[in-house]
Nanobody, 123 residues
Framework: QVQLVESGGGSVQAGGSLRLSCVAS????????IAWFRQAPGKEREGVAA???????WYRASMKGRFTISRDNAKNTVYLDMNSLNSEDTAMYYC?????????????????WGQGTQVTVSS
């Protein structure tokens, strides 16, 4: 079965932390890269971070230093650790796999998506 399943979202106060998980089927986990995106109400989906099979990491500039992407090959899981959360981080968070190539933070460049997990940060 080809799927991505996100979890770990929830409600947190400003300044708090969350860890999101994305469990991928073996076919998708073997992707060269897996990425996290987010979409807030009324806004376009935007790239948050990406990680390659070789361990390379890329981050949206505004999240570097607060967010950390990692992967556990034994569990077919990619994580997103989020710290110092603020209200602007409130969004649905998605993981994506099987890039078509091109710029990683453009949603159109990814073939497979999970159903998303909601993160709500209250001030």
């Amino acid at each position: 079965q080809v799927q991505l399943v996100e979890s770990g979202g929830g409600s947190v106060q400003a300044g708090g932390s969350l860890r999101l998980s994305c469990v991928a089927s073996s076919y998708l986990y073997s992707s060269k890269c897996i990425a996290w995106f987010r979409q807030a109400p009324g806004k376009e989906r935007e790239g948050v971070a990406a990680i390659s099979t070789g361990g390379g990491r890329w981050y949206r500039a505004s999240m570097k230093g607060r967010f950390t992407i990692s992967r556990d090959n034994a569990k077919n899981t990619v994580y997103l650790d989020m710290n110092s959360l603020n209200s602007e981080d409130t969004a649905m968070y998605y993981c994506a796999a099987k890039s078509r190539g091109g710029v990683w933070y453009w949603p159109v460049n990814w073939n497979y998506w999970g159903q998303g997990t909601q993160v709500t940060v209250s001030s």
